[in-house]
């Protein structure tokens, strides 16, 4: 239990994948214009990195390991992410149609967060269990999202807020993005993985 | 060496296969709901945005329909055609175009009074079906054929030299 709560804490703030290792900046880059829009996308992407976490733990135990085709584990692991994207696409598309309509090519793109196969390369490379694996897909998807929704707020007063000229735009969101980080670092080594 | 790279293969190809059949599963399982309706509907509406409708625009207009919140003939420029889509994609009831406005009884076109036109293309911006020609200090005109009487050309002209005639 300790164990999990630590994955957790772990991933949510010590070594978030957005700010710490720095995946998955496309979706955070794209997506922070507004709350709304960036609380849609990380409920999406939770979701994909849950559900992909799992599948590639066990494809990876229960298919490639026996077969002795772990060199494959890359190709096949983008294929799951790949068909739990167009899932995830297909629940969006039924259960909130205006999500859908806000979120556009952003969820197809959620196949192309790197955080997702790295999270799943990240399990299998530090072997870990199935219930690890998951904890460490959602923890991964709640840093996420707790990243990209005070991005966005941040955002949203950045653009009320009169900045130099030559920093508006993508310039003062990449200055924001890299003080973040330097504030996530603060957290370095209160839990190890 | 050949055994060990046509595991390899039927095991992606088979993956692949899983995963296809999977998703067609669930795309079966959750078919595609009021929204995409909502698309198709939109797709036989004529794009004017007239907002004669009573709707802001098209798509709301759409939306409405297949809430079943309006009825499927209030579209003038779309016309009896577009009523008569509307019903058969939805298998309502097939209804002569709307009389509760009064232009959809005669069908009208605006014209523009020459002599008055000071050539400011006000009009000609806020046609949506690009029926007003005519250039920045020179007279317009409108195409009477493409012209759906939709009004919307009315408001902007600061002239007032646009009237709407009924088509004889």
Same mark, same amino acid.
């Given at each position: 239990?300790?164990?999990?709560?630590?994955?957790?804490?772990g991933?949510v703030?010590v070594?978030?994948?957005?700010?710490?290792r720095?995946?998955?900046?496309?979706?955070?880059?794209?997506?922070?214009?507004?709350i709304?829009?960036?609380?849609?996308?990380?409920?999406a992407?939770?979701?994909?990195?849950t559900?992909?976490s799992?599948?590639?733990?066990?494809l990876?135990?229960?298919?490639?390991?026996?077969?002795?085709?772990?060199?494959?584990?890359?190709?096949?692991?983008?294929?799951v992410?790949?068909?739990?994207?167009?899932?995830?696409?297909?629940m969006?598309?039924?259960?909130?149609?205006l999500?859908?309509?806000?979120? &556009?090519?952003?969820?197809?793109?959620?196949a192309?967060?790197? *955080?997702? !196969? $790295?999270? =799943?390369?990240?399990?299998?490379?530090? @072997?870990? &269990?199935?219930?690890?694996?998951?904890?460490?897909?959602?923890? *991964?998807? !709640? $840093?996420? =999202?707790?990243?990209?929704?005070?991005f @966005?707020?941040?955002?949203?007063?950045?653009?009320?807020?009169?900045?130099?000229?030559?920093?508006?735009?993508?310039?003062?969101?990449l200055?924001? @993005?890299?003080?973040?980080?330097?504030?996530?670092?603060?957290?370095?080594?209160m839990?190890r993985? | 060496m050949?055994?060990?790279?046509?595991?390899?293969?039927?095991?992606?190809?088979s993956?692949?296969?899983?995963?296809?059949?999977?998703?067609?599963?669930?795309?079966?399982?959750?078919p595609?709901?009021?929204?995409?309706?909502?698309?198709?509907?939109n797709?036989l509406?004529?794009?004017?945005?007239?907002?004669?409708?009573?709707y802001?625009?098209c798509?709301?207009?759409?939306?409405?329909?297949?809430?079943?919140?309006?009825?499927?003939?209030?579209?003038?420029?779309?016309?009896?055609?577009?009523?008569?889509?509307?019903?058969?994609?939805?298998?309502?009831?097939?209804l002569?175009?709307s009389?509760?406005?009064?232009?959809?009884?005669?069908?009208?076109?605006a014209?523009?009074?020459?002599?008055?036109?000071?050539?400011?293309?006000?009009?000609?911006?806020?046609?949506?079906?690009?029926?007003?020609?005519?250039?920045?200090?020179?007279?317009?005109?409108?195409?009477?054929v493409?012209?759906?009487?939709?009004?919307l050309?009315?408001?902007?002209?600061?002239?007032?030299c646009?009237?709407?005639?009924?088509?004889?």
């Open positions: 239990m300790t164990d999990l709560i630590l994955i957790l804490i991933t703030l070594n978030n994948f957005v700010l710490v720095f995946l998955g900046l496309c979706p955070f880059m794209g997506v922070s214009k507004n709304e829009a960036a609380a849609g996308m990380s409920m992407t939770a979701f994909v990195l559900l992909s799992a599948a590639s733990y066990l990876h135990e229960y298919v490639l390991l026996p077969l002795q085709l772990e060199y494959l584990r890359t190709i096949a692991f983008i294929l992410i790949a068909a739990s994207v167009q899932f995830t696409e297909l969006v598309r039924r259960l909130s149609p999500l859908d309509q806000v979120l &556009g090519i952003f969820i197809p793109l959620i192309t967060n790197c *955080a997702v !196969l $790295g999270v =799943a390369i990240l399990n299998v490379q530090e @072997a870990k &269990g199935f219930v690890q694996s998951v904890f460490f897909g959602f923890g *991964a998807a !709640l $840093g996420f =999202a707790l990243v990209l929704i005070m @966005a707020a941040i955002r949203e007063r950045l653009d009320a807020s009169d900045v130099p000229l030559s920093f508006r735009g993508t310039a003062i969101a200055m924001t @993005a890299g003080i973040m980080s330097l504030a996530f670092m603060g957290f370095s080594g839990a993985m | 050949t055994d060990k790279v046509s595991i390899a293969i039927l095991v992606i190809t993956l692949a296969i899983v995963a296809g059949l999977l998703l067609s599963f669930a795309g079966r399982q959750f595609a709901n009021a929204d995409d309706l909502i698309e198709q509907v797709a509406l004529p794009q004017t945005q007239c907002a004669q409708c009573g802001p625009g798509r709301p207009y759409a939306a409405a329909v297949v809430r079943q919140e309006a009825e499927i003939n209030l579209c003038p420029p779309g016309g009896q055609s577009t009523a008569d889509n509307l019903a058969s994609l939805l298998g309502r009831r097939e002569p175009l009389s509760a406005n009064e232009y959809t009884q005669t069908k009208r076109v014209i523009i009074d020459e002599p008055l036109c000071i050539g400011c293309t006000k009009c000609r911006d806020a046609c949506p079906v690009d029926a007003i020609v005519g250039a920045h200090q020179y007279m317009h005109t409108v195409i009477a493409e012209c759906t009487g939709c009004e050309c009315l408001p902007p002209c600061p002239v007032d646009i009237s709407l005639v009924p088509v004889a």
